[in-house]
């Protein structure tokens, strides 16, 4: 038994515990929150801290995030329900006891016990206060209930040196049953329900001085209020010179609002002031990538994970970055590397965004759903999900999923392209255009954009929009197959077979693959055979007659063997009647245009030029 008056000895956290509550309960928020976020850094499966966080947010998402966390640690936690409940957002199968008025913690325990004393217990003064104490309780509980929603947790800060990252940790959704995605509907109720956030890997604890301002910039940062993040950062870094995170954020929100050259000068000053910061090389190359996508970032991103070997986040942007200069090896070792380093549905994305480059469509479609599962309100995961149905050609899917990211994001030009292309292949040539020309409007630099118009316009039979799309797509990629081939057949629709012979042997060398190189053969024959070459036509026929099945068609085959035939009886003079290149009549020298295989050109974006109307 404790000796009278004497209080048993508290941990530092039962200590701090009480200080934020006592915090809280002075409407000192700020210093209620920085003391929950360390007692969290040490313990995040205890229910009463993110019960107690939720009471010091300022916003309602931010507590009903901090509520939904305690809830899902412990499914049985009063305050918590209760909150929930009062906030609508506690699952209707739940029935709430009486929200508790007094549920003593182990600390509260034993100094109850050590300051037991019977004969106070009776006094009217006592009673008075246990009344009051009731009272007050009742509405500290209930203002808990009420003042919860959604905080996203700082991240978990290393003590010296640089911050260690957290790869994008999406956690699982707090509320179990979410329903698949299959319509317009179910993401609007989604985006509203938090997942766990990606902590910011550079935010790090800063003194009472400049604590506030730093405090207020990691919230406008979370809200993407980039001007106010740059505003008080200079704060910080005036009020503490030498902090060095606080010239990287303000690098950050110059880049995140478009002022790439500013953010580079940011981060150019963050790194003489400290070398061995790694963020600032991060948000270096980003920035220059940004600013100049032909600009080499390698060395900043390699520099980035030389500094910080878990850096999870370099890893992937430079994965992101190997992807685009197509070392597709290279890519693929940093994403499994960011993989080992954290799960996260931005991993998935990336890996099906390499999958979708090295036209491994089928394992593309499984990485994009595993990234769409993991977190369903993150919006690029229907992008690249579109992008994965249409390349399996599943263009019923596709066009489901894009129409629902364009609901949310309908100022997205990449996403118009690939839209218009899953129309495409399904044959709705008309809405096919109406978003590709949307695609161009928002991005004139977009060659996926003028590539798939040129398609559409070559099926309506409008062969001078085609060609006029084809040769824009060109003027940006001399070097594709795909457009060089469909610039042919739109000249060819035209009857202008010496420029269609002209437009296919510039991308000759373009002819990767067995299919690519029979469809090169069989155009240039029949540009051949129209000129009045039969002899260099009939070497193509007989070429394109010894090609495996799998690298050509039937309709290839047979005009081949039937031009054979022709060619070795006679030579004849060939001459063009007709325009309606579609409808030609089987046995005649034209090809029948078909839609574009859905394993060429996964639409990307790309600069800028003028749409044809």
């Known amino acids: ?51 107690w966080l939720s009471a010091a947010m300022e916003t309602p998402k931010e507590r009903l995030y901090c509520l939904q966390t305690a809830y899902k640690i412990d499914p049985s936690h009063p305050a918590a329900k209760r909150g929930l409940a009062i906030l609508g957002s506690l699952p209707q199968a739940e029935v709430l006891p009486p929200f508790p008025m007094n549920h003593p913690r182990p600390w509260e325990a034993r100094l109850k016990q050590a300051e037991e004393k019977p004969k106070t217990a009776k006094s009217p003064a006592f009673r008075l206060i246990v009344a009051i104490g009731a009272i007050v309780l009742l509405l500290i509980g209930a203002g808990v209930g009420v003042s919860i929603l959604t905080k ?12 260690r990252p957290t790869v994008t ?48 910039a990691m919230r406008a940062y979370k809200n993407g209020q980039w001007e106010n993040v740059a505003n008080m950062m200079a704060q910080v870094a005036t009020a503490q010179p030498g902090s060095v995170d606080a010239l990287y954020f303000i690098g950050e929100a110059k880049r995140l609002s478009g002022q790439y050259q500013a953010a580079i000068n940011e981060f150019n000053t963050a790194i003489a002031l400290n070398p061995k910061f790694a963020p600032s ?90 990234a769409n599962q993991m977190d369903l309100s993150m919006l690029e995961g229907y992008l690249v999900l579109g992008m994965a149905y249409r390349a399996n050609n599943q263009t019923i899917q596709a066009v489901e999923v894009l129409e629902t990211y364009l609901k949310y994001q309908p100022d997205n030009a990449e996403a118009f392209a690939v839209l218009g292309a899953a129309y495409y292949n399904r044959g709705e040539f008309d809405k096919a255009e109406v978003n590709l020309l949307e695609s161009l409007r928002l991005n004139q630099y977009n060659v996926d954009g003028y590539f798939w118009l040129g398609q559409t316009y070559l099926q309506l039979e409008k062969f ?45 060398k373009s002819a990767e693959t067995p299919q690519q190189k029979a469809r090169f053969i069989y155009i240039r024959a ?56 579609p409808t030609m009549a089987p046995g005649t020298l034209r090809p029948t245009i078909t839609p574009k295989p859905s394993d060429t050109r996964v639409p990307t974006i790309t600069p800028k030029v003028t749409p044809t109307p």
Do not use: C
């Not at 795909?482 to 420029?499: C, S």
């Open 464 to 508: 001078d929009k085609a060609i006029s799309n084809f040769q824009k797509a060109r003027d940006m990629d001399e070097a594709s197959f795909d457009i060089g081939e469909g610039l042919a057949k739109a000249y060819m629709g035209k009857l202008e077979f010496n420029n269609a012979y002209i437009a296919i042997i510039k991308v000759e």
């Open 1 to 51: 038994m404790l000796p009278d008056k004497q209080k048993p000895e508290l941990t530092p956290e039962e200590s701090m515990f009480i200080e934020a509550k006592e915090a809280v309960h002075a409407n000192n928020l700020a210093r209620a929150r920085d003391l929950m976020t360390r007692l969290l850094q040490t313990n995040q499966q205890n229910p009463e801290y993110w019960v």
């Open 281 to 370: 090389y991060l948000g270096r190359a980003r920035a220059d990538h940004a600013l100049n996508p032909k600009k080499n970032i390698l060395e900043d991103l390699t520099k980035t994970i030389d500094l910080d070997p878990n850096y999870a986040e370099a890893y992937m942007e430079r994965g992101m970055y190997y992807i685009e200069l197509k070392d597709f090896k290279a890519a693929q070792a940093d994403l499994q590397m960011t993989a080992s380093l954290g799960d996260s549905p931005m991993v998935e994305l990336s890996l099906a965004k390499l999958y979708l480059a090295q036209q491994d469509n089928e394992a593309a479609l499984e990485a994009a759903k595993r």
């Open 526 to 581: 029949l540009s051949l055979d129209q000129l009045n070459q039969p002899e260099a036509a009939y070497r193509d026929w007989l070429e394109i007659s010894k090609m495996t099945t799998d690298a050509t068609t039937d309709e290839m085959i047979q005009t081949a063997l039937r031009r054979l035939t022709e060619l070795r009886t006679a030579t004849p003079t060939i001459t063009a009647t007709s325009t309606k290149l």
């Open 152 to 163: 996203k947790p700082v991240a978990t800060q290393a003590p010296i040196g640089t911050p």
């Open 169 to 216: 940790p999406y956690a699982t959704n707090s509320n179990a049953d979410i329903p698949v995605v299959n319509t317009l509907r179910p993401l609007a109720d989604l985006i509203s329900t938090p997942y766990t956030p990606t902590p910011i890997y550079a935010a790090t604890p800063h003194g009472d001085i400049a604590g506030d301002s730093y405090r207020g």
